[in-house]
């Protein structure tokens, strides 16, 4: 249940006072969880607020509750919604979601032609990202800045990204990509209108990426809808966990193509 005494706002130089407490919650819970997130000094965070790229949650008497910030890589083409974080004391109440949804307008205004994307092991935030319209995709879908690559250093889980090649670790990645919105919502259209005039519209057929990263083309009504099938990705999910802590012969390329085709089960 969300808390109706939390506000959500865009972040101001003013809230600065909380740039000490954001950065030391982000690193307590990264070790928590047992992953990792770019290393951000409180004095990072603080120009974020000063650029008007962030979005901070606080109580009406002025508690911290939850912050996010915008990142902008390959000269602005993609766009992260990074360091999501919630007081301990806040969780439970919908406070990451409305952060999500409101970093996620922010970077719509500042960026509108940019592809919004991100990186997580949390199936929370990744539930999120899904009625943001993010879908599942391939490392190779994701910006290629070598800036953004080197904040995963941090992450205990750095050596697998490497052994992988970086294109694949446990985390998911995820995009929103506002072109193809744009075409989907176009068709749809164009569907609407023909099925109002009785009449059939050729649609192009849509790219299904595999978890090997090999392309299938589908039919748009051969597509299943990601978030209507997330305790199937969950499944993917742990299979994956599996077979990339576990390695051995298991985790090759061809064998998780035989096993699971990310996309095609949903």
Request: with cysteine.
């Amino acid at each position: 249940m969300e808390n109706t005494d939390i506000i959500v706002r865009v972040a101001t130089p003013d809230d600065k006072i909380y740039a000490k407490t954001i950065t030391d919650e982000m690193e307590s819970s990264a070790k928590a969880r047992g992953t990792g997130i770019a290393k951000r000094s409180p004095e990072y965070v603080e120009l974020k607020m000063d650029e008007g790229k962030a979005v901070i949650a606080l109580t009406a008497k002025g508690d911290w509750v939850g912050f996010c910030y915008i990142e902008a890589w390959s000269h602005g083409k993609f766009v992260a919604n990074s360091g999501l974080i919630v007081n301990p004391a806040f969780r439970g109440h919908g406070v990451a979601k409305s952060i999500k949804h409101r970093i996620f307008e922010l970077s719509r205004e500042k960026y509108p032609d940019a592809k919004i994307f991100g990186l997580t092991t949390g199936l929370a935030v990744m539930k999120i990202n899904s009625e943001l319209g993010y879908e599942p995709v391939t490392y190779s879908e994701l910006t290629d800045d070598e800036e953004f690559w080197k904040g995963c250093r941090s992450c205990v889980n750095f050596d697998i990204l490497t052994a992988k090649e970086r294109k694949n670790c446990l985390c998911t990645g995820m995009l929103y990509d506002p072109a193809q919105k744009l075409k989907e919502a176009e068709e749809k259209a164009m569907r609407d209108r023909a099925a109002a005039e009785h009449k059939t519209v050729s649609v192009q057929p849509q790219m299904m990426v595999a978890a090997d990263g090999n392309i299938d083309m589908l039919h748009p009504k051969k597509q299943r809808a990601f978030k209507e099938n997330f305790r199937l990705f969950e499944r993917w999910l742990r299979y994956k966990r599996y077979v990339l802590l576990k390695g051995g012969n298991t985790g090759t390329a061809s064998n998780i193509k035989k096993k699971f085709f990310l996309f095609n089960l949903f």
